[in-house]
């Protein structure tokens, strides 16, 4: 056999083991459920809104890859945004974006004063795999918010503070909290195209393109063309 074969042979026994979940050859998987939370005051009364994410992480041994790779975990996120109908037909949505696997970590991991090893990563991940609960989100690791305007023009997606909810929402509104729970609730799916309806991704991606056209490369483009589809629906 031939050290091509045998070490393709290695390559595809590990994968195969990465993908149900073993520990063959220094491989793991790691999966979870995560499902954030958001409440909102209005003059009205809270409001809130929740969306689960399927979090999977592909963990490769310290002898897998080269320098900084050497036993690297690669992340995938499969969910949508939370969507919270602040006042009637306003919405709030909290995007995939600055939120991962990393949100659960910090929110659940053990207190640390240093930087954490490879098999230090890979005990907090197993430990997350197990774990149910709920932790309330700082600030610090809160998703992005966005609103839209018109829910038929793309354009018209735009960052939210949430620091100041009133800002965009009217006096009297507020972010409450935000939190995240470790859950077996299944993925949600759904709740944004019900919003968005069938055919605001296409809009989105040509209003993108003719952006990119009109303004190139080297004009920052406004926040609805910074953001992506995949910020509001993500599949594996």
């Given at each position: 056999m031939t050290r091509t074969r045998f070490a393709l042979l290695i390559l595809s026994a590990a994968l195969l083991a990465g993908l149900a979940g073993c520990d063959l050859f220094g491989f793991r998987t790691y999966e979870w459920h995560q499902k954030i939370t958001v409440i909102v005051d209005t003059p009205d009364g809270p409001v809130s809104g929740s969306a689960v994410s399927a979090v999977t992480l592909s963990v490769s041994p310290k002898w897998f890859g080269l320098g900084d790779v050497s036993g690297a975990a690669v992340g995938k996120l499969a969910g949508e945004a939370v969507v919270v109908e602040v006042l009637k037909g306003r919405y709030l949505f909290a995007l995939l974006r600055q939120y991962d696997h990393?949100?659960?970590?910090?929110?659940?991991?053990?207190?640390?004063?240093?930087?954490?090893?490879?098999?230090?990563?890979?005990?907090?991940?197993?430990?997350?795999?197990?774990?149910?609960?709920?932790?309330?989100?700082?600030?610090?690791?809160?998703?992005?918010?966005?609103?839209?305007?018109?829910?038929?023009?793309?354009?018209?997606?735009?960052?939210?503070?949430?620091?100041?909810?009133?800002?965009?929402?009217?006096?009297?509104?507020?972010?409450?909290?935000?939190?995240?729970?470790?859950?077996?609730?299944?993925?949600?799916?759904?709740?944004?195209?019900?919003?968005?309806?069938?055919?605001?991704?296409?809009?989105?991606?040509?209003?993108?393109?003719?952006?990119?056209?009109?303004?190139?490369?080297?004009?920052?483009?406004?926040?609805?063309?910074?953001?992506?589809?995949?910020?509001?629906?993500?599949?594996?």
């Open positions: 990393q949100t659960a970590l910090e929110a659940f991991g053990s207190p640390r004063q240093k930087v954490l090893s490879s098999d230090e990563v890979r005990s907090e991940f197993a430990r997350l795999e197990k774990l149910r609960g709920e932790r309330v989100l700082s600030s610090d690791h809160y998703p992005d918010l966005a609103t839209i305007d018109d829910l038929g023009n793309p354009a018209s997606i735009n960052e939210v503070d949430p620091r100041h909810l009133d800002l965009v929402f009217g006096p009297g509104v507020r972010l409450k909290a935000i939190t995240i729970s470790l859950t077996d609730d299944p993925v949600t799916k759904g709740n944004v195209e019900a919003v968005l309806g069938p055919d605001f991704f296409k809009k989105w991606s040509v209003q993108m393109k003719e952006d990119f056209k009109k303004n190139g490369p080297f004009v920052q483009p406004p926040f609805a063309f910074q953001i992506s589809p995949n910020d509001f629906v993500t599949r594996n």
